[in-house]
């Protein structure tokens, strides 16, 4: 029986797998049931000196007894499909199911869930493929995937997002679930694309209720809290959320959901694409190959009488108008809009033919935020094995403004909103100049480990 055939019969077994050459023979007993491999109290492998270039080695090969956590990771779970079918494939069944490759696609989605990422980049090169996970808005390096399995990795995910595996000359969107290690199901929104050296694949970790912060966990002063729920408690008027791409607006905007959500109250949204999955929300996802947009969805829905309607993105004239006519007749309003400062959403909405006179009459609050890193509480900002750089998570920055309030600096709002919840340091200032636009951001190479 040759190593292919051990191999074989782990996988079907769902049992982890080692290369016993690399074990020190005096740790290892023969019993009647096959080999056992004494292991100390921190249960890590006995390694002979002769295992050095370990990276080159099939992780699963090395790791998949190193201790529990690993045994989960490498060891082929019950949400892993047994059989997989597809017309046509430039890659055989058994070639895209075989352990190592399920495996290795599965390690790639929980390591990115335990790390925190929000989204997974698989990048192709004219020598392979790189992988970097988004962490704290930032590209990260991550170990390459074994050479053996990379230029099929594309196509296991493919598999597992119910994509056309027989197409890689056009874009294609999918989505996929794993269970992760507190055995909860999550969602990735799977992105392909065509490039010059193959498909490239992003995928972005679909944020789960229960990780969503309180309003007194999203880093607002007790003032602007106070606000936010006296504007929630409006039965009517609009609110609208303002920031730069991947500024949190999303996850301030379900925690309104949430809240909102009750039994007498129908909450509804329209999103492109959906971010969260909210329980007791009516959620509708674009879909412009059918022809549903933002302004066909709104009108459908304001006639299935909702109390509460989110609009994902305020883009056009026609969203524009239908959002105020909603705030006028009864109904509470929540939407974002692209703008730098939230005292600039008057001019913003003036393009889309909304005037002054229906602005102020409609709108109760505008939120302009944006995400800082905050400092490792470890190591304190030094740097350390649990953080990236002596950052750790991220916090909202947060500026308020109400019709008719006085043009100001934003940055006075900024600043009463880090020194409420962030301790004032000089990393934690620079981060938050920043952030602020007034300092570059870092080089990229202080970000690739």
Not at 30 to 56: D, M, W, Y
Not at 110 to 120: E, F, N, V
Not at 420 to 445: S, W
């Given at each position: 029986m040759d190593e292919q055939d051990t191999l074989d019969i782990a996988a079907h077994c769902g049992l982890p797998w080692i290369d016993l050459s690399l074990v020190d023979p005096h740790r290892i007993d023969?019993?009647?049931?096959?080999?056992?491999?004494?292991?100390?109290?921190?249960?890590?492998?006995?390694?002979?000196?002769?295992?050095?270039?370990?990276?080159?080695l099939m992780p699963n090969q090395v790791l998949a007894m190193s201790d529990?956590?690993?045994?989960?990771?490498?060891?082929?779970r019950g949400d892993d499909p047994d059989?997989?079918?597809?017309?046509?494939?430039?890659?055989?069944?058994?070639?895209?199911?075989?352990?190592?490759?399920?495996?290795?696609?599965?390690?790639?989605?929980?390591?990115?869930?335990?790390?925190?990422?929000?989204?997974?980049?698989?990048?192709?090169?004219?020598?392979?493929?790189?992988?970097?996970?988004?962490?704290?808005?930032?590209?990260?390096?991550?170990?390459s995937a074994p050479q053996q399995l990379e230029r099929r990795l594309i196509a296991r995910i493919k598999v597992m997002a119910n994509l056309d595996l027989?197409?890689?000359?056009?874009?294609?969107?999918?989505?996929?679930?794993?269970?992760?290690?507190?055995?909860?199901?999550?969602?990735?929104?799977?992105?392909?694309l065509p490039s010059l050296h193959g498909e490239k694949a992003v995928l972005r970790l679909v944020g789960h209720a229960s990780s969503i912060p309180p309003i007194s966990g999203l880093g607002l002063t007790d003032q602007q809290a106070k606000e936010i729920t006296k504007a929630l408690n409006s039965t009517q008027g609009l609110i609208l959320i303002t920031g730069p791409t991947g500024s949190g607006k999303s996850v301030t905007l379900a925690r309104m959901l949430l809240d909102l959500a009750r039994e007498d109250r129908h909450v509804a949204t329209v999103e492109d694409p959906i971010e969260f999955e909210l329980p007791n929300v009516h959620q509708v996802q674009l879909n412009r190959a059918r022809h549903l947009d933002f302004p066909k969805s709104l009108r459908a829905l304001l006639r299935q009488d909702p109390d509460v309607l989110m609009i994902g993105e305020i883009r056009d004239q026609?969203?524009?108008?239908?959002?105020?006519?909603?705030?006028?007749t009864g109904h509470l309003v929540l939407a974002t809009l692209h703008t730098k400062r939230a005292?600039?959403?008057?001019?913003?909405?003036?393009?889309?033919?909304?005037?002054?006179?229906?602005?102020?009459?409609?709108?109760?609050?505008?939120?302009?935020?944006?995400?800082?890193?905050?400092?490792?509480?470890?190591?304190?900002?030094?740097?350390?094995?649990?953080?990236?750089?002596?950052?750790?998570?991220?916090?909202?920055?947060?500026?308020?403004?109400?019709?008719?309030?006085?043009?100001?600096?934003?940055?006075?709002?900024?600043?009463?909103?880090?020194?409420?919840?962030?301790?004032?340091?000089?990393?934690?200032?620079?981060?938050?100049?920043?952030?602020?636009?007034?300092?570059?951001?870092?080089?990229?190479?202080?970000?690739?480990?």
């Open positions: 023969s019993t009647e049931t096959g080999p056992v491999i004494q292991l100390n109290a921190h249960l890590k492998l006995p390694l002979i000196s002769r295992a050095n270039n370990l990276k080159h529990q956590e690993h045994i989960d990771r490498f060891t082929v059989q997989l079918e597809f017309e046509d494939s430039t890659h055989d069944e058994h070639e895209l199911t075989q352990a190592p490759l399920v495996r290795y696609s599965r390690h790639v989605l929980t390591d990115a869930i335990q790390k925190g990422a929000s989204d997974i980049h698989i990048s192709p090169t004219a020598s392979g493929y790189e992988i970097f996970l988004r962490i704290d808005g930032f590209l990260v390096r991550q170990p027989t197409e890689s000359g056009t874009a294609q969107d999918g989505s996929l679930i794993v269970t992760d290690a507190q055995q909860q199901r999550r969602r990735f929104r799977v992105a392909i026609e969203t524009a108008e239908i959002a105020i006519q909603a705030s006028e005292q600039d959403v008057p001019n913003r909405l003036s393009h889309f033919g909304i005037t002054a006179h229906a602005f102020d009459a409609c709108v109760r609050l505008v939120i302009s935020q944006r995400l800082i890193r905050t400092l490792c509480l470890i190591c304190g900002g030094s740097g350390c094995s649990e953080c990236n750089q002596g950052f750790r998570g991220r916090a909202g920055l947060f500026e308020f403004w109400h019709p008719g309030d006085p043009i100001r600096d934003a940055r006075f709002d900024y600043y009463a909103s880090v020194t409420h919840h962030l301790a004032r340091c000089a990393t934690q200032e620079k981060e938050i100049q920043r952030v602020l636009g007034y300092l570059p951001d870092p080089t990229p190479e202080t970000h690739l480990h």
